[in-house]
């Protein structure tokens, strides 16, 4: 269970930080499509970021931030699970 959890973390932090690297802001359908295929697999690590920055603002709750870890950490265990069912 730990091993799918890491494993979609770091595919997520992959993949989050290369389009960050590679990416503008996305013009067109077809550039749109392709910013959600990737936030499917880079959400659990952007969530995380956006969220962890909110909740050290005081911005948002402790039970706000606690369901969007708890919803990262389930997004990240099924992202891991995908890969371990590919590879």
Known sequence: MLFAFAGG????GIIANSYRLIARKPQGRL??????LVILLAGPS???ENSTRSFRKKDCSRLAYGFAMALAGYWAFVLGL???DVF
């Open 9 to 12: 973390l770091t595919l997520s």
């Open 31 to 36: 550039a749109t499509w392709i910013y959600y």
């Open 46 to 48: 952007v969530l995380i």
């Open 82 to 84: 995908a890969v371990m």
